[in-house]
């Protein structure tokens, strides 16, 4: 039977967000725009959803937009704070996910300097480089993701923040993987932008979020009828936010056992790869998400694992589902400073919340096998 672990690069739809999804597919079809009463019950769907997501990420209901997913959110963030400001600078992390690092350099045609914030061997920002960073002249925005979609680790947006304010500047976090496996505050966080996506939680693509603080300014990239307190245009995808909203809510209730779930699988998976020789764990001593590993592998090129490993119904990625079939190693292992042979031999689980033991011993095995082959070969 196939395995599935590759739960950062997309989850199965929950059963019961499709269940609360369903009547809005084929029933209520207001706009809700409208202000008759089929227009005023989507609205309320809507608001209803609004409450629940921002409840995960400890927002206000003010704070949140709805956008079509994580890589409109994060767009909109940089590309709207920039618009409102002369060119300065950018700065993003060197291991962000490439919706943030590609909007980050579609800056560099409209004058502005983008440089990386440096990290280390471990994928923890350098902090005394990134200080040293901040004072080389003006700054409007840095970029720093919560939890990394590819080592899983986490980063102290907190920290930064403190330090990017410090510089009059603004904090945008990334915690599209970070949504319902951390416990974590939009304010707490430090950012004034924060992104989500609700497909990463066992909810429906095509649906994000954007959380956007009071005091950010943000020029508009999808003009139309208005909707999102005019700040993103275009009628509400209604069942795919309802969807949103539920999975935000399943992610609060169930949290704790999620975590506690996916740690005992992680410490297992990790004790078998310990025991073969040859393996590399990324981000090993590093704060990191419970449900993510990211290896090297001695002897094989990544994507050539990936597909011996799929040959025996395991379904793994080589790094960032978004950057697949690019032909280079992972740019979040090259920012963290590992050669690229290495880079190139990465391949990484992520686990779900139907993952089982025998699943972690069956991929064990399977990699096993392989990583033995090649090695008497």
């Keep these: ?90 700065l993003y992390g060197a291991t962000e996910h490439p919706a ?44 720093l993701m919560l939890a990394n979609n590819e080592t899983g680790v986490i980063q102290d947006t907190a920290r930064a923040a403190k330090l990017v304010h410090d510089a009059g500047a603004l904090l945008h976090v990334d915690a599209v993987q970070a949504g319902g496996k951390l416990a ?30 009071s005091h950010v300014e943000l020029a508009i990239q999808l003009h139309g009828g208005g909707q999102e307190r005019g700040l993103r245009g275009g009628t509400e995808n209604l069942a795919a936010i309802v969807g949103f909203g539920v999975a935000a809510e399943l992610a609060i209730a169930e949290r704790e056992q999620r975590i506690a779930h996916w740690t005992t699988l992680k410490a297992r998976l990790e004790a078998g790869l310990r025991a073969m020789r040859g393996i590399t764990i990324f981000g090993d001593g590093s704060p990191r998400l419970s449900n993510t590993v990211q290896f090297g592998v001695d002897g094989w090129e990544g994507e050539a694992l990936l597909m011996a490993l799929d040959r025996f119904g395991l379904a793994v990625s080589s790094g960032s589902a978004c950057a697949s079939g690019t032909g280079e190693p992972s740019h979040v292992l090259i920012g963290m400073g590992w050669p690229r042979d290495i880079a190139f031999s990465a391949i990484r689980v992520s686990l779900g919340v139907t993952s089982t033991e025998a699943e972690i011993d069956r991929f064990l095995v399977v990699l096993g096998d392989l990583h033995a082959q090649v090695a008497a070969a």
Excluded: C
């Design 100 to 143: 943030v690092l590609e909007a980050a350099e579609s800056l560099i045609g409209h004058g502005w300097g983008v440089e990386t914030i440096a990290v280390d061997r471990a994928g923890i920002v350098d902090w005394a480089a990134f200080e040293a960073q901040l004072t080389r002249g003006p700054l409007r925005l840095a970029a």
């Design 184 to 213: 974590f505050g939009f304010s707490e966080s430090g950012a004034d932008l924060m992104s989500l996506s609700a497909h990463k939680l066992y909810g429906p693509k095509g649906v994000g979020a954007l959380l956007v603080k």
């Design 1 to 90: 039977m196939p395995i599935y672990l590759d739960y950062n690069a997309t989850t199965p739809l929950d059963p019961r967000v499709l269940e609360a999804m369903l009547p809005y597919l084929s029933g209520p079809y207001g706009n809700a725009s409208s202000v008759h009463r089929y227009g005023r019950a989507a609205r309320d769907a809507i608001e209803a959803a609004r409450s629940q997501v921002a409840t995960l990420a400890g927002a206000e209901v003010s704070e949140l937009t709805f956008t079509s997913g994580a890589t409109e959110s994060n767009n909109l963030a940089l590309k709207g704070l920039t618009e409102t400001a002369r060119p300065s600078r950018v």
